[in-house]
């Protein structure tokens, strides 16, 4: 083995919400191409899932801090101390109109897309700062810098992680740390499964003036299979996660998929009266 493959055998990446989805598939592939994987979860049940298919697995709940403090602290024992990537992927979607969600509701969102996310990075940061550089990739969202309506928090939270992101890369240069988003727009997961579960817990749909809307939303997120047209598999999103892993000059920002690359373009020529009826059109009232 020489070269690249080389390089990479035994980097140490940790990775969160690995339980399915894009993140199961960065934790497979990585840990096929080389990389010493620690692939995390919320619940014991998917940690001794992964442990069992092979992967250093551990319990990290990204709205505890004590979890996050315990599952760095494991990976870097058995490290030596050492953490060559970091790639920030746990989160969910609350949806519901923003007039029907609760300061805590907004609340909840906010501590497992942003605020766990941040205090995670902050104590990686000092170990690549140490060791003279590493990788932190943040999964973003074509909603980090496009909103659409009866998806208000998660819009909110991903907006907040690009504002985040790009202050760390300003503020990390000359440290070898690079920082980098991958914005996906539909990807083949969970994803609407656990936004069913959430919008049930915290939205009386009943009572909101915009339950006819949420018929056709909870008609979207309960379908099986795609609902969006151009969705594609995580293994999409893994590419991108590779070249931000290896590449010598990474990108500050990976688009996924063809959604994703047409609102970047729309966003820089149209007016934003004119995108607010694109935008309101594309979801068809919560249809998509």
């Given at each position: 083995m020489e070269g690249k493959d080389a390089e990479r055998m035994g980097r140490a990446i940790l990775i969160t919400g690995c339980s399915s989805g894009i993140g199961l598939c960065a934790a497979r592939g990585l840990r096929a191409r080389g990389y010493r994987v620690f692939a995390t979860a919320r619940k014991a049940a998917d940690v001794a899932r992964l442990s069992e298919e092979g992967l250093e697995a551990l319990r990290l709940d990204l709205d505890e801090p004590d979890s996050i403090a315990q599952a760095v602290e494991a990976v870097l024992a058995r490290?030596?101390?050492?953490?060559?990537?970091?790639?920030?992927?746990?989160?969910?979607?609350?949806?519901g109109a923003l007039e029907d969600l609760?300061?805590?509701?907004?609340?909840?969102?906010?501590?497992?897309?942003?605020?766990?996310?941040?205090?995670?990075?902050?104590?990686?940061?000092?170990?690549?700062?140490?060791?003279?550089g590493g990788r932190i990739?943040?999964?973003?969202?074509?909603?980090?810098?496009?909103?659409?309506?009866y998806r208000g928090a998660y819009n909110a939270s991903k907006y907040a992680l690009e504002g985040l992101a790009d202050t760390q890369r300003l503020e990390l240069r000359g440290t070898g740390i690079h920082i980098a988003l991958i914005q996906p727009?539909?990807?083949?997961?969970?994803?609407?499964?656990?936004?069913?579960?959430?919008?049930?817990?915290?939205?009386?749909?009943?009572?909101?003036?915009?339950?006819?809307?949420?018929?056709?939303?909870?008609?979207?997120?309960?379908?099986?299979?795609?609902?969006?047209?151009?969705?594609?598999?995580?293994?999409?999103?893994?590419?991108k996660v590779i070249h931000a892993l290896e590449s010598p000059r990474p990108?500050?920002?990976?688009?996924?998929?063809?959604?994703?690359?047409?609102?970047?373009?729309?966003?820089?020529?149209?007016?934003?009266?004119?995108?607010?009826?694109?935008?309101?059109?594309?979801?068809?009232?919560?249809?998509?």
């Open positions: 490290t030596g101390g050492c953490l060559y990537g970091l790639f920030n992927n746990g989160a969910y979607g609350q949806p609760s300061r805590e509701a907004l609340r909840r969102q906010f501590e497992t897309n942003v605020f766990g996310w941040q205090e995670l990075t902050n104590r990686v940061i000092p170990v690549m700062r140490r060791q003279g990739i943040h999964n973003s969202s074509v909603l980090g810098f496009v909103a659409m309506p727009g539909p990807i083949e997961s969970r994803f609407r499964a656990n936004a069913h579960r959430a919008f049930l817990r915290w939205v009386d749909a009943e009572a909101s003036p915009h339950r006819d809307n949420y018929q056709a939303m909870m008609d979207r997120l309960t379908r099986e299979g795609p609902v969006v047209p151009f969705t594609l598999p995580p293994e999409a999103v893994l590419k990108r500050i920002r990976y688009r996924v998929t063809v959604p994703t690359h047409l609102f970047a373009v729309l966003k820089r020529l149209l007016p934003d009266a004119w995108m607010d009826r694109v935008l309101g059109r594309s979801s068809g009232g919560g249809k998509r």
